[in-house]
């Protein structure tokens, strides 16, 4: 799935277009994957606030590649804690990279300038690249002129933030692959006190789904709230929102 290199990075096979919940960016995902299916597009520039599914997307896109023979590579970037410079060496022969958080090299000299070599010589081979980040690629503050304008050459979407409708239904979309039945004003009651964007909410079902087995419970209201009231380092959202959800 992944070149050889010092550094192994491997797509999430659980994170697909099939169970990704589009909510109001069902024709940006239809756009990304025809221009993952066809080829068209040399650069896909996958852009929205922190917690919309871009990672998700970004690993579907990659399944996508894969199921059509084509080679792949991914990674993560972290502003602060960016990999070595060599996980870009060689990495141009891969049909398609994909890059999270590409924002997180903007005034990174080195990184500026390694990537900008990387880009030209992948480009060079007609292979496909695939990007995300909180802002528009013009919105960049990449210091390389010439880096900035390339990040604007390919086929840019913006991903849109779920309402608390779409919240609601994309979490007992990812309950019901799960096993897990969440009655909707069980799924209002955690939406209004846990952090609505989709990684917390993913978190948050992994531990009621585990919570739920081991109690052998459905996940009511009264039950839910048990497993709060025992869990001591629970906040309100309003004070909290990232409070911790480990229910053991």
């Known amino acids: 799935m992944a070149l050889q290199l010092p550094l192994q990075f491997e797509f999430n096979t ?48 990659c399944h996508q590649a894969h199921l059509t023979q084509h080679s792949t590579f991914i990674f993560s970037l972290q502003a602060g804690q960016l990999p070595p ?12 990279v994909c890059i999270d958080n590409i924002d997180c090299i903007a ?9 900008f070599n990387f880009f ?12 995300t980040a909180n802002t528009p690629p013009n919105f ?9 304008t390339r990040l604007n050459w390919g086929l840019t979407l913006k991903l849109e933030s779920l309402t608390d409708e779409d919240s609601l239904a994309a979490l007992q979309m990812k309950a019901k692959t799960l096993g897990l039945a969440i009655k909707p004003h069980v799924g209002k009651y955690l939406l209004t006190h846990f952090a609505r964007d989709l990684p917390s909410l993913w978190r948050l079902l992994d531990d009621l789904d585990s919570a739920t087995l ?3 419970r459905k ?8 497993l709060l009231q025992a869990d001591p380092d ?4 309003k004070s909290n929102p990232n409070a911790p959800t480990n229910f053991d």
Do not use: C, M
């Not at 069902?26 to 990672?55: P, Y």
């Not at 629970?234 to 959202?237: L, M, P, R, V």
């Open 14 to 61: 659980q994170q697909t277009f099939s169970n990704y919940y589009p909510g109001p960016n069902l024709e940006v995902v239809s756009h990304l994957k025809s221009a993952l299916t066809e080829g068209r597009e040399q650069l896909i520039f996958l852009w929205g606030a922190s917690g919309v599914g871009k990672t998700h997307l970004l690993h579907a896109s």
């Open 85 to 96: 410079l060599r996980i870009l060496e060689n990495l141009e022969e891969s049909d398609w």
């Open 107 to 115: 005034g990174n000299a080195d990184w500026e300038l390694a990537f």
């Open 120 to 131: 030209n010589r992948h480009r060079d081979l007609d292979k496909h690249l695939v990007l």
């Open 140 to 148: 960049l503050t990449v210091d390389l002129p010439d880096l900035k």
């Open 214 to 216: 081991a109690a052998k």
């Open 219 to 226: 996940l009511t209201l009264p039950f839910l709230r048990q």
């Open 234 to 237: 629970n906040t309100d959202s």
